[in-house]
Structures are given as C-alpha cells and as structure tokens.
C-alpha cells in the first residue's frame, strides 16, 4: 500500500513539476496575492480530475481521441499560448510604475478561473501526463491499491499547486520595482512563446 502510494506521490510530482504556461500563471496570481487560493484549488482538482478519469480506465478512449485530433490541439493550444505572451510581453513596456503594473492586472475571480481553465484544458500534455501516463501506470495495481496510488498522485497536485501559489509570496518584496515586474513578463513570455513554437512544431503547424 505505501509502495503504491509513493509511486503515484512521486511520479505526479515528477511530471507537474517542471515549470509551464500553467505553472507560470499560478506563481504570477501568487506573487501578486490575487485569488491565490481558488487559482491553487481549480488547478489542484483540475489535475485530480483527469488522474482520476485516467486511473478509472477511460485513459484508453482518450488515448485514441488525442492521437486522432493531436494536430488540432496542438495547433490551438500554441494560438493561446502565443497570444498570453504577448499580452504578457506587452504589460513589460506598457507602464513604469510597479503599483500601475499591480493595478492594471487586477481580475475578477471568474476571468482569472477561465484563464487558468484554458492554460489547463488546452494543453495536450496534461492529458497525456495525467490521464495516458499516471492512467497506464496504475494498471500494475489492483483493487485498493490502484486508489491508494491515484490518491498518491492526486495528493502531489495540491502539495505543488499550494506550494507554488504561497510560496511565490516569498518573492513579493522582491517584486516592488518595475524592472522586476518588467523581468518576469518577460520570462513568463519566453516560456509562452517557447512552448507555444514546441506544439506548433509537433502539431506540423509550422
């Protein structure tokens, strides 16, 4: 049962954990303390929620959908995230005043959630890592097990997401000037239009 429950723990972990268009919009809501926690919670149940689906199973039907509709999703999914970067791109020369940047980027809580939906839900990858992988994985196990290690991998969703989103508070005194606002954009961007190129390339979009 323990071994079970780590593996699902670690292996979770090993794929969420590598920085991305979600985990970027999760570190920035964080660092700038603007519903911080429903930001944390929708992400954490998001992921939950295909693990679950994955495990239940179903993982093969959607292995097939994927495969079938791969250049589709992700054709769209670089459309996005090219058009997040450069609105973020476009935030590092839109003001010089660290409070204008704080202010321009207040959200209601639903425009925020959708954002987070979309960064989440069209992305390719988190189907193929929470529902084919941690899905084909836990077929080794049985019975108990296999919920003891979809619980494992859920547990390390809530863990990184909660982690990440409070524990980017630790940056905000860091993030009173403008410049630094101005530099992480400008990372944020980066990492858009780099993953955005990555999916435009395998989806043969370019």
Known sequence: MIQSFLTGFFLG?????????????VLRQGILGQHVFYV?????????????????????????????????LFGLSSVWLTGYGIIRLKSVFKSNKAIEIEASTLKGLFPTIS?????????????????????????????????????GACLSSVIFFFSLAYGAKLLKPLMQ?????????????LIMFTIAFKLASIGDWI
């Not at 039907?61 to 250049?71: E, G, K, L, P, Y």
């Open 13 to 25: 972990l090993s794929l969420i954990i590598a920085i991305g268009s979600q985990n970027t919009f």
């Open 40 to 72: 944390a919670l929708f992400c954490a149940l998001s992921d939950a929620l295909l693990i679950s689906i994955g495990v239940a199973g179903i993982s093969f039907f959607f292995n097939n959908f994927i495969s079938q509709n791969s250049n589709i």
């Open 115 to 151: 954002v987070a939906a979309v960064l989440t839900f069209l992305n390719p990858h988190v189907y193929l890592d929470t529902m084919i992988l941690i899905g084909s994985i836990s077929q080794q196990f049985s019975g108990f097990n296999k919920i003891i290690f979809a619980f």
């Open 177 to 189: 000037s403008p410049f630094s606002w101005k530099l992480l954009d400008s990372l944020i961007a």
